[in-house]
């Protein structure tokens, strides 16, 4: 900003000075032109006059000392003439420009620069983040994948034998929701280098997730096939342990994401897979299970969460509006997570029950965390979202029935109203 009117200023200080420098030089010029010709004027009439008493001398019409006395006189009229301040004389000869001029050129540029300032400069955006540099400044998440699934379709049409970019495209595919496309990337990408443990866990994730995160039988051939090439392929494991803590089989969640770890495979996210456990332990130990000691890690990271170590909960009381109440089926899943109203919207406490439970009151606290870095009691508020599915899946789609709290405080309890079917 400061760097910015730096330049504006000295646009200005720049033109102002191409204007008014000429015109004071200018002045100056014609202030030494007309003393220049001031001084020989008055020397061309003391010469004339100095002549005409010589002349005058030698024809004896003055003697010596009356032209002493009258050349002492022109001379004394010649310093006095030199001293003079204006010549009316040159008045119409010398006659200096006006200061109209640059006055009004200076407005004009001084005019300029604030119109150019205020319709082309974009003032409105100095005090904004500056985004130039970034090449998706503007764009939504969908937007900004859609562009890069593009990118690497071309790269696919150019490169048809590059398995890697077979690969990579559908693993992007599963990022856009494009379950299908991203199956028939992996199936190219088997084509071209056969049947791998780590392509047919990719493959069977699109499969779970086409099928509303569901197990079914074609899903669970795949998994098994790839966990017969390869016990300890991450994204297969990864998979069974999302299904089995989704349908709170948290000890076999536990099991898999441990096999991970213990393979010290290093193309994979120990962190999130950490976070992940500990979420699977809280989860067992709300419902009074202890984790299978076994299979617990040894570090401190993963050390169990005692009941009632968090005293910090969100309690919820859960309806559904009377006008929807006859399109819920006994079949329909209640989601309903929890997520900071500061910061990024990430959930941090999630749970689901039957919608034949409704209505109901729900608790979330740390035991219900989705084993992020930000816990439920580390936060003051939250915002609460409820989905009433009829396929299964946490995300909101046709024909589901979701409501939504804005905020309510850590420590108290709020009514959410099932209102909205999603249409």
Request: no cysteine.
């Amino acid at each position: 900003m400061t760097t910015f009117w730096i330049l504006i200023a000295s646009f200005l200080l720049v033109s102002l000075a191409l204007i008014w420098f000429p015109h004071f030089r200018q002045q100056r010029m014609l202030r030494a032109e007309e003393a220049d010709v001031r001084k020989g004027t008055n020397l061309e009439l003391f010469n004339e006059r100095l002549a005409t008493l010589e002349k005058e001398l030698e024809e004896e019409l003055l003697d010596q000392p009356e032209f002493d006395a009258l050349k002492k006189e022109l001379e004394i009229s010649l310093l006095q003439d030199m001293k003079q301040g204006d010549d009316d004389s040159l008045v119409n000869k010398l006659k200096p420009k006006s200061i109209m001029w640059p006055s009004v050129m200076s407005v004009v540029i001084i005019g300029i620069s604030g119109y150019m300032y205020s319709t082309l400069g974009a003032y409105k955006n100095l005090d904004q983040p500056m985004t130039a540099n970034d090449p998706h400044a503007g764009q939504s998440t969908e937007q900004i994948m859609s562009q890069r699934v593009g990118m690497m379709e071309a790269q696919a049409q150019a490169e048809p034998e590059n398995s890697q970019v077979w690969f990579s495209l559908g693993h992007a595919y599963i990022s856009a929701n494009r379950y299908d496309d991203a199956i028939k990337a992996f199936d190219k990408t088997m084509d071209l280098v056969g049947v791998h443990a780590e392509l047919l866990g990719p493959k069977a994730t699109a499969l779970y997730y086409r099928s509303n995160q569901k197990m079914t039988p074609t899903v669970q051939a795949l998994v098994d096939q790839a966990l017969s090439l390869d016990p300890e392929d991450p994204s297969t494991l990864l998979l069974v342990g999302m299904d089995s803590f989704f349908t709170a089989d948290y000890q076999k969640a536990i099991d898999a994401w441990q096999l991970i770890l213990d393979s010290d495979r290093s193309d994979v996210d120990r962190g999130a897979i950490m976070n992940a456990i500990d979420s699977a332990k809280m989860r067992m130990q709300s419902e009074g299970i202890m984790p299978n000691e076994g299979m617990m890690p040894n570090d401190e990271a993963h050390k169990s969460v005692q009941p009632g170590a968090t005293a910090k909960t969100v309690t919820i009381e859960v309806s559904i509006s009377p006008e929807l109440q006859a399109k819920v089926a006994s079949t329909d899943m209640l989601f309903i997570f929890a997520r900071s109203t500061e910061g990024p919207k990430v959930p941090l406490a999630a749970t689901k029950i039957s919608a034949e439970s409704l209505p109901a009151t729900i608790t979330l606290d740390d035991s219900t965390g989705m084993g992020g870095n930000t816990k439920l009691s580390d936060t003051k508020a939250v915002e609460i979202i409820a989905v009433l599915s009829k396929h299964g899946s946490v995300r909101a789609q046709t024909g589901d029935i979701q409501g939504k709290l804005a905020m309510v405080k850590v420590g108290e309890t709020g009514q959410l109203v099932l209102d909205t079917q999603v249409q």
